[in-house]
């Protein structure tokens, strides 16, 4: 079983055996999710071009390429988070 050290920030690296098997690569974004004692780490997918298509109105004026990547990284999120709603040890739903 792959073990890691966290450092004085509060940093831990992810074994390479464990970034693999999950595809997770430099620049992605992952998900910690509380189950009671333990933590579920998940890849956020990158939302492709065509699953962005009308995800903002078409009046709003454009925010800059840096706020549309937080709000889609902020989406990906979340709907990470509804498609889990995985239970903790006591049965009862984390979020």
Do not use: N
Not at 34 to 57: D, F, H, N, T
Not at 62 to 74: D, F, H
Request: charge should be positive; charged fraction near 30%; avoid cysteine.
């Amino acid at each position: 079983m792959p073990t890691a050290r966290v450092t004085f920030k509060g940093q831990v690296t992810i074994p390479k055996e464990i970034r693999e098997r999950l595809g997770i690569e430099t620049g992605d974004f992952i998900v910690f999710v509380p189950l009671g004692r333990r933590v579920v780490i998940e890849r956020i997918p990158r939302p492709s071009v065509a699953q962005l298509k009308g995800a903002l109105p078409a009046s709003r004026r454009y925010p800059g390429s840096a706020i549309l990547r937080e709000e889609a990284e902020e989406a990906a999120v979340a709907d990470v988070m509804r498609r889990m709603a995985v239970p903790d040890e006591d049965g009862a739903d984390q979020r």
